[in-house]
């Protein structure tokens, strides 16, 4: 019939770096899914963290600019403006959204509320499907995409009042196909520090946000400062110093934050010690024409004496290293697992030269946000961490080369350190990718090591994983041909992890379907690997087996069962019987024999791999709990169902307590019990056993995942065996739509469930 048998997960070699990150894709009709309203919404509705209320906040033009388009009136004739705040950095845009968002959030003028930290397409793809997630049936289990287009879709249908705010939106080309619809019963609040003519339209209001006026200055700081405010002399003081900071609102907030956290200074004393301070920096910092604003020196200087004082309020001068760590990562939002990460706490150690436990490293944040040199949410774990840019640079530009290098790893080991190993949360993950992004754009040149043994920063692979791992194929080919390129430009052209990256490319080919150009790829790869790292290196030999393994895949395997076990002989010779990749290849060998029909050889090959696993590596390791999978799988495909279904049953026990319920291997154990409950003559059984499994998948893996959709290819097999052939062929049908648009009209899965549909159209027409 064509069915898929049972589902295994190999032991074919693959490369030894994660597969890396992508940026967004393009939304569309056809990743819309049919999501409908959740009955259990309860009104209103608020997804995303709007970030802190500044203190002392002012009434500007500009606020009242964005209260007047988005002026409520339900009996507009034409649909509602969306209000786009552009303005240099530092001057308030963030906190206008955020004044508007908070006003919203506590009344009942709109029904659902929605803030976007918009600094990439992906962040905006993936603020759009956690929505989703709260108003939509289905949207937890499907793609970002087709979740993000399921909403924009309900919001342009829906009655009820909405507010979506992008914030800090760095290039219109990430809103092409994202733009909230123009509907009446809408609002829309962009900020960007762009005017591109792309953002110029009919129905979008462009209100340029500028620096405080004069009056506006004076009442801030007069409020933060009512002692100075209380005297002629200190009110000239205040206007002074709103003068010397050009009235830019992110300048004053520091330096108001540093006279309030001294009672004794007053704003003349800091007036000088601003002015020298401008005329030490006027010689240092860098002539950069290239930075978004004008306001460089000016947050330099106030940057520079207030990271003095957070010093010296902190144990053994923490503040800086700690504000230095967060200066190269994401200004909209860094977790706090990262910055009280031990990669973290050990490089805090080495700067201060004693021990930094978490506390110590939570303290000083709390330091750093009360000067306001960073805004610090615990309330907001994901996104607890706020820099301003700007902050960000004036950090930056007062680290040396070599120690901005030292902090650059020091924060790609604490992304790599809290990144999940299965990513269930995938807000986290979207953060820790814009992390990434953030890292790589700040200091890219030192995460890239032209040293054969380096390389490229493992975060920097790590970050693409869940685009192969969740099935997102093309994009993940997308990413890596990308990061080839950006290889290429720190090392050598065949420098290992250049080579890895190309194979990782041909290797996301052949999962998409494409065996024989993956084999064509893999060689161009070998003949490199041959020649620069020598026939015996372990990443030579790592591609031989991924040739074999396509060959295989490609339907020779003859060819595959032979190139296998040329590589096991240069494998025991170079490096020995006992070593995880001969064990690898033995594995291999085992499975091409199974596949070519030799059931009973695959069993016995397996079993005496078995004995040396366990010696070598123990019961629990997943290896060993591999070959044991592949064992019953074989069990059943030569006639012991029976033996089989116990076999997958006692390894699901031991999968559970090792690996957890949610790890891919143990839900593949479960495939392979329903599977079998099936062939064993209960279809019943497995169609339930597959359905409480597909829920699981979709949680855990996503609906495009080739696991996924492999489990409701078996849901429909087995309809159609308990006799429901309309059923059967219903459900290939829509697993065609799915598998067309994520695999492609050529894959052989598409064309297994292509076949599928006409047999069971064949069996439907049977007396």
Not at 664 to 671: E, G, K
Request: with cysteine; glycine share 8%; proline share 5%.
């Amino acid at each position: 019939m064509g069915t898929p048998g049972p589902a295994t997960d190999g032991t074919r070699a693959t490369s030894d770096v994660d597969a890396r990150g992508s940026k967004g894709v393009q939304i569309g009709n056809n990743n819309t899914m049919s999501l409908f309203p959740r009955p259990d919404v309860s009104w209103p509705v608020r997804v995303g963290v709007v970030p802190q209320a500044a203190d002392c906040y002012q009434d500007r033009d500009a606020q009242r600019h964005v209260q007047q388009a988005l002026a409520d009136d339900r009996a507009a004739v034409v649909p509602a403006a969306t209000a786009v705040l552009f303005g240099l950095g530092g001057v308030g845009k963030t906190q206008m959204a955020a004044r508007h968002a908070r006003g919203v959030w506590t009344d009942s003028s709109v029904d659902v509320a929605v803030w976007v930290a918009a600094t990439s397409r992906d962040a905006v793809i993936t603020g759009y499907a956690h929505a989703a997630t709260h108003l939509l049936v289905g949207a937890e289990g499907a793609t970002p995409e087709q979740a993000a287009a399921s909403l924009l879709a309900w919001l342009a249908g829906t009655d009820r009042r909405w507010l979506i705010v992008l914030d800090d939106v760095q290039a219109p080309a990430d809103l092409r196909g994202l733009w909230p619809p123009s509907d009446r019963t809408g609002q829309v609040i962009v900020t960007t520090r762009r005017q591109d003519t792309a953002l110029a339209r009919a129905d979008r209001h462009l209100i340029e946000v500028g620096v405080f006026t004069a009056p506006e200055s004076k009442a801030y700081l007069a409020t933060k400062l009512p002692a100075a405010a209380s005297t002629a002399d200190g009110v000239t003081q205040l206007e002074g110093l709103a003068d010397d900071l050009g009235h830019l609102p992110l300048a004053l907030a520091q330096a108001a934050a540093f006279i309030a956290d001294k009672p004794l200074l007053t704003p003349a004393t800091y007036r000088r010690r601003l002015a020298d301070r401008r005329k030490g920096l006027a010689e240092v910092l860098p002539d950069d024409q290239s930075l978004p604003d004008d306001h460089q020196q000016t947050v330099a200087a106030t940057w520079s004496l207030s990271i003095e004082l957070a010093n010296l309020l902190t144990p053994v001068g923490l503040a800086r290293p700690l504000l230095e760590i967060a200066s190269v990562l994401d200004p909209v939002g860094i977790p706090t697992g990262v910055v009280i990460s031990r990669a973290v706490c050990e490089y805090l150690t080495r700067r201060a030269g004693r021990d930094v436990d978490l506390e110590t490293a939570g303290d000083t944040l709390g330091c750093l946000h009360r000067l306001s040199l960073i805004t610090f949410d615990t309330a907001q774990p994901i996104r607890a961490v706020r820099v301003h840019a700007l902050v960000q640079r004036a950090t930056r530009d007062a680290v040396s080369a070599d120690r901005l290098g030292e902090v650059a790893m020091v924060a790609a080991d604490a992304l790599l350190e809290i990144w999940p190993e299965v990513e269930r949360d995938a807000d986290l993950v979207a953060v820790l990718r814009a992390n990434t992004a953030a890292l790589h754009a700040a200091a890219e040149s030192h995460l890239w090591n032209p040293d054969l043994d380096i390389g490229g920063h493992p975060v920097l692979f790590r970050a693409g994983n869940s685009l192969g791992t969740a099935g997102q194929l093309s994009q993940a080919v997308t990413y890596y041909e990308h990061l080839h390129t950006t290889a290429t430009q720190h090392l050598a052209v065949d420098h290992p992890d250049t080579l890895t990256i190309r194979h990782n490319i041909a290797r996301q080919r052949g999962e998409a379907g494409d065996a024989t150009g993956a084999i064509e790829a893999l060689e161009h790869v070998l003949t490199e690997e041959l020649r620069v790292l020598g026939a015996d290196h372990p990443s030579t030999l790592t591609t031989r087996g991924n040739i074999a393994y396509w060959r295989g895949a490609s339907g020779d395997i003859a060819g595959a069962v032979e190139a296998f076990e040329l590589l096991l002989t240069d494998r025991l010779r170079v490096l020995g019987p006992d070593h995880p990749s001969t064990l690898t290849t033995r594995g291999n060998i085992a499975y091409w024999r199974g596949e070519a029909g030799d059931a009973t050889g695959a069993i016995e090959a397996l079993e005496h791999l078995l004995t040396d696993r366990l010696r070598v590596l123990g019961p629990d390791h997943p290896s060993t709990l591999t070959t044991r999978h592949n064992i019953a799988r074989w069990r059943g495909e030569a006639g012991d169902i029976a033996g089989a279904i116990e076999a997958f049953e006692h390894l699901l026990t031991d999968r559970l307590r090792v690996l957890g319920p949610d790890h891919p291997s143990t839900l593949t154990t479960r495939h392979n019990i329903a599977y079998w409950r099936g062939e064993a003559g209960d279809a019943t059984g497995a169609i339930e056993a597959f359905e409480h499994l597909l829920t699981d998948r979709l949680r855990v893996l996503g609906p495009d995942h080739p696991s996924t959709l492999t489990t409701r290819h078996n849901i429909a097999r087995w309809r159609g065996e308990a006799g429901d052939i309309a059923g059967a062929i219903e459900a290939f049908e829509h697993l065609l739509t799915d598998r067309l648009r994520v695999l492609g009209p050529d894959h052989p899965s598409t064309l297994t469930t292509r076949h599928n549909i006409a047999h069971w159209q064949d069996r439907r027409k049977l007396p």
